[in-house]
């Protein structure tokens, strides 16, 4: 369920990116170019960062699978041949990791979180209207 949750967040600010790439300077005439390009800069820092910890550590927690039977099994463990429940050493290999995962993922949206409060109050300051 967490994986379809990061799934539609990734593809929410996926599809604001290109649209914040796309402004220019010019399209808000009132705002100081210096803090314009602040703003879309931090903004799209932010926007980087919360994909990286949707999309980024989805994938990377599918790609470990792999390694989580390889290392199953260089231990000593048995090599789960159908899932990987069925492996005492797997399983503890898993759950490390989306120990690790949830960690990353939550370094990552809390350093999201504080470059799109930089963000917001740039956006407040000079009166820039984007959504």
């Known amino acids: 369920?967490?994986?379809?949750?990061?799934?539609v967040v990734g593809v929410f600010w996926a599809f604001r990116k290109p649209k914040l790439k796309a402004l220019?300077?010019?399209q808000f005439p009132d705002v100081p170019a210096?803090?314009?390009?602040e703003w879309k800069t931090i903004k799209l820092k932010s926007i980087n960062l919360l994909l990286w910890a949707s999309w980024g550590v989805l994938l990377i927690s599918i790609l470990s699978i792999?390694?989580?039977f390889f290392v199953a099994a260089l231990f000593g463990g048995e090599f789960p041949h159908i899932r990987p429940d069925t492996s005492e050493?797997?399983?503890e290999v898993m759950w490390g990791l989306q120990w690790l995962f949830f960690a990353l993922f939550i370094v990552l949206v809390v350093m999201a979180s504080r470059l799109g409060t930089q963000a917001a109050k740039l956006k407040k300051q000079h009166g820039i209207k984007w959504p």
Do not use: D, H, N, R
Not at 1 to 7: A, C, D, E, N, T
């Open 34 to 37: 210096e803090a314009f390009s």
């Open 66 to 68: 792999p390694a989580v």
């Open 89 to 91: 050493a797997a399983t």
């Open 1 to 7: 369920m967490l994986q379809l949750i990061l799934l």
């Open 24 to 26: 220019t300077q010019t």
